[in-house]
């Protein structure tokens, strides 16, 4: 698949069919991934994979229950982390931009869509999501203090094709000076 295929074909999946995914493929998606740029390559996207059904359920009911219906099918949730004080900071940790450490969420976004478009490219589905209860979900799952917990994907084989939301034109997004 080219790059231009793979960005207009791909969807927000928010339904899976009953399969699980093959850690050798998710493995070479996390690989793929690994190549998302980032603040001065520090690469400091971290995931955790999660499989167990009944841990899925639990998360859903108590971490996630906006996102309830995706994660009721979904075979594999991945809880995106990021590894704090490294993007956006100096060696001495002052901050190299009057960005503080909000660049730590752009690198995190770049590394999701990139895991996306790679879960895509290999047939599977996949949706962003950042409704949940952050400092709770955090402690269930066991992330380390120097990590924080960014975006949960929900991955799978689709069990639907959406159709292609509505995009603003060009000429709306697009300034020139």
């Not at 994979?49 to 009911?61: L, R, T, V």
């Not at 490219?121 to 949940?132: E, H, R, S």
């Not at 799952?141 to 639907?160: K, N, S």
């Amino acid at each position: 698949m080219n790059t231009a295929d793979c960005i207009l074909s791909r969807r927000s999946v928010r339904a899976f069919q009953d399969k699980p995914v093959p850690h050798t493929l998710f493995e070479e998606i996390v690989g793929l991934a690994a190549y998302a740029p980032s603040w001065k390559n520090t690469q400091i996207t971290r995931y955790i994979a999660i499989e167990d059904k009944a841990m899925i359920a639990e998360i859903a009911e108590k971490y996630a229950p906006f996102n309830a219906h995706v994660l009721s099918t979904c075979p594999l949730l991945v809880a995106a982390t990021v590894i704090k004080k490294r993007s956006g900071y100096e060696r001495d940790g002052s901050f190299t931009t009057d960005r503080g450490d909000g660049w730590q969420m752009f690198d995190c976004g770049i590394a999701c869509q990139t895991l996306s478009l790679a879960a895509h490219d290999n047939g599977l589905g996949a949706v962003i999501m950042g409704v949940f209860d952050r400092p709770a979900l955090e402690k269930y799952l066991a992330v380390p203090d120097d990590r924080e917990l960014v975006a949960l994907v929900a991955m799978g084989y689709p069990a639907e094709e959406p159709a292609a939301p509505r995009r603003k034109p060009v000429e709306e997004l697009l300034s020139w000076r």
